[in-house]
C-alpha cells in the first residue's frame, strides 16, 4: 500500500538569486557591514543607504525577473524580421542530409509523386550493387571491358547500383508505359540531384513477379459485412506478399517513442516520414508460407474461423514440393493470380459476394490511405516554440522609485526648495545617474541577445545601451548627452567594444554548437595576415554560418552531371557538396567551378636595357581597372610575384575601425605626405592625391603604387578608393578555388541515362546504341543478340573519334607487374592553384590537406594536386592549369548534354590533363644547419626537415 502524501508549503521559499529581493538586500548589508563597519553602525531602513540599496535591489529583481521568462519569450520579437523563426535553423533545415544508406535512397524514391495521373506510382524499390567488371594487361596498365593483354587481371568497380522498382498495381494499363517512363524521369531527376559521392546510378527495372494463387474457405462474424471483410482479406494477403510502405506524420512517429533526431535521420520527404523498421522490413520475400497467410487472415475484423486454405504456384514452369511453401525467385515479387479463389459463410450459411461492393470498399480504403498521407504530407514540421513579445529592454529610472522626501523623483524637492536642498538633490541624482545607466545597459542586453547569438546576425555592435528618460531636470545634470542610442552607445562603449573580437567570440559560440571549430584555421591565418586576420577570419565564419544548412545536409552529394544548361556547367555553384564544405572551411572567397588560371593579376614581361627580360605586375579590381602596380622591375618572375603578395598584405594592415577614424582625421592641408597603417597617401600643388603602398620597416620603403595613372582630384574621392580598396583586398580579391573530379564518372558508359536510367544509356523500344568505333562503325543490341551497322550518310562522325579502350584510365603508375589496382572506385583528384599568396605557404598547404582528407568520405581516397600557374606568367614550361581547365569544362559540357561522340575524345584529353599535372612550389634555398645562420627560416630548404 502506497503511502499518503500529504501536500504541504515549504518553510523556505526564498531563492537565493538575483530575483530574491530579501536576498539582495541582505548580502548587500553583509558587504557594507565588512567594508565600512567601524563606520557605520546604523543600518535600519531609514537610513539613507539603506534606502538606496533598496531601490538597487528592487531594480534588480526587475532585471532578474525578465532575465528568468521562458526562452521563447525572451527571443520573441513584435518586427517579423527579428523574430524566433529567424534566430534558427529549423529541424528540417538541419537535422536530415541527403541519402547515405540503401534505406535513405529507398526513402527518396518512394516518396515521389504527381500532381496529375497516379499520385503514388512507386509502391516500393530496391537498389543493388552493379557489378561491372574491367580487365587489366599486368605489363602496361592498360583497362578494357574485355581481356587484354598476354597477362591479364581483373577487378569489379565499385560504387554502381542498379535501382528494382516496384510500380503501383492501380497504373492505367492503357497508359502505364507514359506513366512508368515519367517516373523513371524523376527517379533519374531525384538521384542525380542526391547522388553521393563517388556513385552513380546504372540502370532502372521494374521488379518481376511471380503469380501465386491462394484458395481459402473463411468463416465470418455474423454481423460482418462479408464484402467489406473480403475487401480487407484481399488487401491483407497482397501486403504480406508484397509489403507496402506508409507515410506517418511527425506525432505518429513521436507517438510511437521515437526521437526527434531518429525520426529526421536520412532525406526530407514531401509526403511525410517513413518509419526505417518498416521500411527494412519491406523486402523482396523468398518464400510464401501458409502458416503466415493463416495468422494473417485471422487477424481481419470480422474473421471467424478458416475451414479450409491452400497455396499453390501459378507457373508450371515452378515445382512445388511442399504444400505450406511455396519459394520465390530471386529478384521476383509474389503476386495473387486470377486462380486464386475466396468463399465465405456464416455459420451453415454459405455467402454470396458482390464483387462491384468489393471494388468499391478496395477504393474507399485507398482513400483512407491517401487521406492519411495528406496528412502526414501537412504534418512534418517540428514548430518552433511561439512566444509572447515583451518589451524587455524597457527601463525606468530608478530615481523616480526614491521616496519624496529625496527630492531626486518626478514631483522634485517637497516643501521649501531652499538652494541646499537642491544642491543636495542634485549631488545624490548625479551620484545615481551612473547606476541609472549602468542599469539601462544591462536591459538593453537582455533586449539584444536574440540578435546577437543569431546565426543570421548582422549588428556591427557588442555593447549596447540606451538613453535614461522620465528624470527630472535632466538636462541641468549633464551635458551634449546624445537622446539618440546608438550615438550615445558609441559614445561610451566605442573604445571598450572591440567588435570584431567579440564577434568572433559569439561566432564561435554558434559554430561550437555544430561541434565545428576554427581555431587551427585562425591561428595560421595570424601567421599569414597579421593584423588583418581577424576581420577576415570574422568574414569567412559569417560566410560558413549562413551556408551551415547546406554545408552540413550537402557534404556527401556529388556534381549533378546532369544539368545541361549552360549556367550549371561553368561558372557556376553546381559542385559537389565536399567541395563547399572544403571552401569554406579554408576559408575559400570563391568556389564556383571557373577559370582559375585567369585572375586579377598580370605578370608583364619586358626586355630590359642588357637585353634580359625583367618583370612587373598590376592588379585589377572587379570592374577590371588597375588598382595596385608594382614601382620595381624584377630580374626573376618568382621575385614580382613576391613583392605584389607583400604589397597585398601591406594594403590591408589596418583593421576598418581604425581606417575609419583615419580618415576622418585627414586633411587636405598637408606639407607632403600622410600615414594610414601602411597606404601612404602623397598631396600635390596641384590638388591631386596619391596612394602608394609601403613596407614596414623603419623606412617606409615603397613598394607598390595605387591609382598611379589617374590620381584622386578630391579629399571624399581619395577616402572613398581607399575604403573600396582596403575592403576589396580584404574580402573579394582572390586567385584560390578548387576542382574536384570524381574518377568513376571518367570510366565509359554503355547506357543513355537521359532516355531509360543510369549512366549512358539510349533506348528505342529494346534497341540500345552502344558506341561507334574509329570506322564510324557502332554497335547495337536487340534482345540478346548483338549487331553491327553503319551510320547513316548524313550521321556526323567525330573527326578523331576514340575507342573505349583509348579513354579508359591506367591501371598502374610504376611497376605494373606487381602493383595494379583499380583507379575508378572511390577515387578523386583534387586540383588546387598552387600559385596564390596562402596555397604557396606550406603550412597552410598541410593545413588544407589534413582538412581535405578530413571532410571526403573516409572510404575515398584522395590525389591532391597544387598546379598552376597564371595565365600570365612567364616562366612556366606549360600551364597545367589552364590546360585541366579546358579539357575538364569541354567533358562536363559532353557529359551532361550526353554527346556520345564526342565524349570518348573529351574524356580521353581529359585524362591527359590529369596525368600531365605538376605540383608546384614556393622557391627556396638549401641551409645547411651546421653554418650559423640567424637570418629568418621562410624559404629556407632544411636537409631532413623539409617535404615536398
Wanted: proline residues 3%; glycine residues 6%; charged residues 30%.
Amino acid at each position: 500500500m502506497s503511502e499518503n502524501k500529504h501536500i504541504s508549503i515549504p518553510k523556505k521559499v526564498e531563492t537565493e538569486d538575483q530575483t530574491d529581493f530579501h536576498f539582495l538586500r541582505r548580502t548587500g548589508v553583509e558587504y557594507i557591514e565588512k567594508l565600512g563597519g567601524k563606520l557605520w553602525t546604523d543600518y535600519n531602513s531609514h537610513d539613507p543607504g539603506i534606502t538606496t540599496l533598496e531601490v538597487l535591489s528592487y531594480a534588480i529583481t526587475d532585471l532578474g525577473m525578465r532575465m528568468n521568462l521562458n526562452m521563447e519569450d525572451i527571443l520573441a520579437s513584435k518586427d517579423d524580421k527579428k523574430d524566433i523563426h529567424t534566430q534558427f535553423l529549423k529541424a528540417t533545415e538541419i537535422l536530415p542530409s541527403r541519402p547515405l544508406t540503401e534505406l535513405d535512397y529507398r526513402k527518396l524514391f518512394i516518396d515521389i509523386s504527381f500532381n496529375y495521373g497516379h499520385k503514388r506510382p512507386i509502391r516500393n524499390c530496391w537498389l543493388v550493387p552493379k557489378t561491372e567488371k574491367l580487365y587489366v594487361d599486368c605489363k602496361t596498365g592498360t583497362l578494357d571491358f574485355k581481356p587484354i593483354g598476354e597477362k591479364t587481371s581483373d577487378f569489379t568497380v565499385k560504387g554502381l547500383y542498379d535501382l528494382y522498382v516496384d510500380y503501383a498495381e492501380d497504373i492505367d494499363a492503357e497508359h502505364s508505359e507514359c506513366d512508368k517512363s515519367s517516373t523513371r524521369v524523376k527517379i533519374l531527376e531525384r538521384y542525380h540531384a542526391n547522388r553521393s559521392l563517388c556513385e552513380d546510378l546504372v540502370d532502372i527495372k521494374e521488379i518481376e513477379t511471380q503469380k501465386v494463387a491462394v484458395c481459402a474457405r473463411i468463416g465470418l462474424v455474423n454481423k460482418v459485412d462479408e464484402e467489406l471483410v473480403h475487401a480487407k482479406v484481399i488487401r491483407t494477403i497482397n501486403h504480406y506478399l508484397a509489403p507496402e510502405v506508409h507515410f506517418y506524420s511527425l506525432k505518429q512517429l513521436l507517438d510511437k517513442g521515437l526521437a526527434t533526431d531518429q525520426i529526421f535521420e536520412g532525406p526530407l520527404l514531401d509526403n511525410g516520414f517513413i518509419d526505417d523498421e518498416e521500411l527494412r522490413n519491406s523486402q523482396l520475400r523468398r518464400e510464401v508460407r501458409l502458416s503466415d497467410l493463416i495468422s494473417e487472415i485471422m487477424k481481419v475484423d470480422g474473421v471467424k474461423e478458416i475451414h479450409e486454405i491452400s497455396i499453390a504456384g501459378c507457373d508450371s514452369v515452378v515445382k512445388q514440393n511442399n504444400d505450406w511453401l511455396i519459394c520465390i525467385e530471386k529478384g521476383k515479387k509474389p503476386e495473387l493470380c486470377e486462380l486464386s479463389s475466396f468463399s465465405y459463410s456464416k455459420g451453415a450459411l454459405p455467402l454470396n459476394i458482390n464483387e462491384k461492393k468489393v471494388q468499391d470498399y478496395l477504393e474507399t480504403l485507398r482513400k483512407e490511405e491517401q487521406a492519411l498521407r495528406e496528412d502526414a504530407r501537412q504534418n512534418k514540421e517540428l514548430l518552433l516554440p511561439k512566444g509572447t513579445s515583451y518589451d524587455i529592454g524597457n527601463y525606468a529610472t530608478i530615481l523616480n522609485e526614491f521616496p519624496d522626501t529625496y527630492g531626486v523623483g518626478i514631483s522634485g524637492i517637497i516643501g521649501n526648495p531652499t538652494p541646499e536642498r537642491e544642491a543636495l538633490a542634485k549631488q545624490l541624482k548625479g551620484y545615481l545617474l551612473f547606476f541609472d545607466q549602468i542599469l539601462a545597459s544591462y536591459f538593453k542586453h537582455l533586449e539584444k541577445v536574440k540578435e546577437v547569438l543569431s546565426i543570421h546576425g548582422d549588428l556591427k555592435r557588442t555593447y549596447f545601451t540606451q538613453t535614461l528618460k522620465n528624470i527630472k531636470g535632466f538636462d541641468e545634470l549633464i551635458l551634449n548627452y546624445d537622446a539618440d542610442d546608438d550615438k550615445l552607445t558609441d559614445a561610451l562603449y566605442e573604445e571598450l567594444d572591440n567588435s570584431v573580437e567579440r564577434r568572433n567570440e559569439v561566432l564561435d559560440h554558434l559554430i561550437s554548437r555544430f561541434a565545428e571549430t576554427f581555431s587551427d584555421y585562425t591561428f595560421l591565418m595570424k601567421s599569414l595576415y597579421g593584423k588583418s586576420a581577424d576581420e577576415i577570419v570574422l568574414s569567412n565564419k559569417e560566410n560558413f554560418l549562413s551556408e551551415y544548412k547546406s554545408l552540413s545536409k550537402d557534404r556527401g552529394i556529388g556534381y549533378n552531371y546532369t544539368l545541361d544548361d549552360v549556367g550549371n556547367l561553368w561558372n557556376t555553384k553546381n559542385i559537389s557538396g565536399v567541395q563547399k564544405r572544403i571552401a569554406r572551411l579554408l576559408g575559400l572567397k570563391n568556389y564556383t567551378q571557373r577559370n582559375l588560371s585567369q585572375t586579377p593579376i598580370v605578370i608583364i614581361e619586358t626586355q630590359g636595357i642588357d637585353g634580359k627580360p625583367i618583370y612587373t605586375w598590376k592588379i585589377k579590381d572587379a570592374a577590371g581597372n588597375i588598382t595596385l602596380s608594382s614601382v620595381n622591375t624584377y630580374k626573376i618572375e618568382y621575385a614580382a610575384t613576391k613583392n605584389l603578395h607583400e604589397a597585398i598584405y601591406q594594403t590591408i594592415q589596418i583593421d576598418q575601425e581604425d581606417l575609419d577614424n583615419a580618415l576622418e582625421k585627414l586633411e587636405e592641408a598637408q606639407p607632403t605626405y600622410d600615414l594610414i597603417g601602411n597606404i601612404q597617401i602623397r598631396f600635390s600643388s596641384g590638388g591631386n592625391y596619391y596612394v602608394e603602398i609601403v613596407d614596414d620597416s623603419e623606412t617606409k620603403k615603397v613598394i607598390a603604387t595605387h591609382k598611379k595613372t589617374t590620381p584622386y582630384s578630391s579629399l571624399d574621392e581619395l577616402k572613398d578608393g581607399i575604403i573600396k580598396t582596403v575592403n576589396y583586398f580584404k574580402y573579394d580579391f582572390t586567385e584560390e578555388g578548387i576542382f574536384l573530379v570524381e574518377h568513376l564518372l571518367l570510366k565509359p558508359a554503355f547506357k543513355d541515362y537521359k532516355l531509360i536510367g543510369g549512366i549512358g544509356c539510349m533506348s528505342i523500344n529494346e534497341t540500345f546504341k552502344i558506341f561507334q568505333n574509329m570506322e564510324g562503325i557502332g554497335y547495337m543490341t536487340i534482345g540478346n543478340t548483338f549487331e553491327v551497322f553503319s551510320p547513316e550518310e548524313d550521321e556526323e562522325i567525330p573527326s578523331t573519334p576514340v575507342k573505349y579502350a583509348d579513354a579508359l584510365m591506367s591501371s598502374c603508375e610504376e611497376d605494373c607487374e606487381d602493383d595494379v589496382f583499380d583507379p575508378y572506385s572511390y577515387r578523386v583528384s583534387v586540383v588546387l592553384p598552387g600559385f596564390a599568396y596562402r596555397f604557396q605557404d606550406p603550412d597552410f598547404r598541410r593545413y588544407a590537406e589534413t582538412v581535405i582528407r578530413q571532410e571526403i568520405p573516409a572510404h575515398i581516397l584522395a590525389k591532391i594536386c597544387w598546379v598552376g600557374d597564371r595565365m600570365s606568367d612567364k616562366q612556366t614550361a606549360q600551364n597545367d592549369l589552364a590546360g585541366f581547365e579546358s579539357a575538364f569544362k569541354k567533358y562536363l559540357s559532353d557529359k551532361a548534354k550526353n554527346n556520345l561522340e564526342n565524349l570518348g575524345n573529351s574524356t580521353d584529353k581529359l585524362l591527359t590533363a590529369l596525368s600531365h599535372l605538376n605540383n608546384i612550389y614556393k622557391p627556396g634555398r638549401l641551409l645547411d644547419c651546421d653554418i650559423e645562420d640567424n637570418d629568418s627560416l621562410d624559404g629556407k630548404i632544411i636537409l631532413g626537415q623539409s617535404n615536398i
